[in-house]
């Protein structure tokens, strides 16, 4: 059973354009949400985060937009640059819990 | 700090054989998390401890798998008998209480490859 889900395997985006990430979740209870990338052979590193609290979370080129009522959340990188390319995997959790749980995620490719 | 180190960074081992992979988190953090990556269900939990101690392993598929954490420096995922459906990336991550502001710390991965 996936609670958190990314159903975009891959994304191709043109330098300079907007990136948008897309995730979706199944478990109500979740209140805490986070984004990390990943290049290959590292491990993932956290890039943003946002608590159910708020709608909107921006760091830089970052801003993360969480939907409780549909229960998504996207993550937007504007401009996209070269660097960006990279996995990314959207997170949650429950209140008071320390685990977090993943979804697949989004293989990032900004052509330049 | 050097961050969270894992060890080895690739390993091919034969069906049958056992593996194990080592850990060691960042000096002060003191939870313990062991995730497998692949292509299916992307970073799925294992099992991940407190203080030491472990508080939830019903990620761990099978009994073949087993994790220890003898000291807040250092912790083993163990595979026996390991099968090639075992083959993807396993990271272990290191965090404080009061993660939410930073989330956790990846180490670089262990590469398993059963044939």
């Known amino acids: 059973d996936q609670q958190v889900k990314q159903n975009s395997p891959s994304l191709s985006v043109q330098e300079g354009r907007i990136s948008i990430l897309n995730c979706d979740y199944t478990n109500s209870m979740f209140d805490y949400f986070l984004w990390y990338k990943k290049y290959p052979a590292e491990g993932p590193t956290f890039l943003i985060s946002?608590?159910?609290?708020?709608d909107k979370n921006e760091d830089g080129r970052f801003t993360v937009f969480l939907n409780k009522s549909a229960k998504h959340l996207s993550l937007h990188i504007v401009p996209s640059q070269p660097g960006d390319s990279a996995v990314y995997f959207c997170a949650a959790s429950e209140w008071g819990a320390q685990k977090l749980v993943f979804g697949q995620g989004t293989r990032l490719t900004i052509n330049p | 700090d050097a961050g969270v180190i894992q060890s080895p960074r690739h390993e091919v081992t034969e069906m049958g054989q056992e593996v194990t992979l080592r850990c060691k988190p960042i000096s002060g953090h003191d939870y313990l998390f062991w995730y497998r990556q692949t292509m299916m269900r992307g970073l799925e939990l294992l099992i991940y401890?407190?203080?030491?101690?472990?508080?939830?392993d019903s990620g761990m598929p099978e009994d073949r798998f087993s994790a220890k954490m003898p000291n807040a420096s250092f912790s083993t995922l163990k595979i026996q008998p390991s099968e090639p459906r075992d083959s993807a990336v396993y990271f272990c991550?290191?965090?404080?209480?009061?993660?939410?502001?930073?989330?956790?710390?990846f180490g670089s991965g262990t590469r398993l490859t059963v044939v």
């Open positions: 401890f407190n203080n030491n101690v472990p508080i939830d």
């Open positions: 946002i608590s159910s609290i708020k």
């Open positions: 991550a290191s965090s404080m209480a009061g993660y939410r502001n930073y989330g956790y710390t």
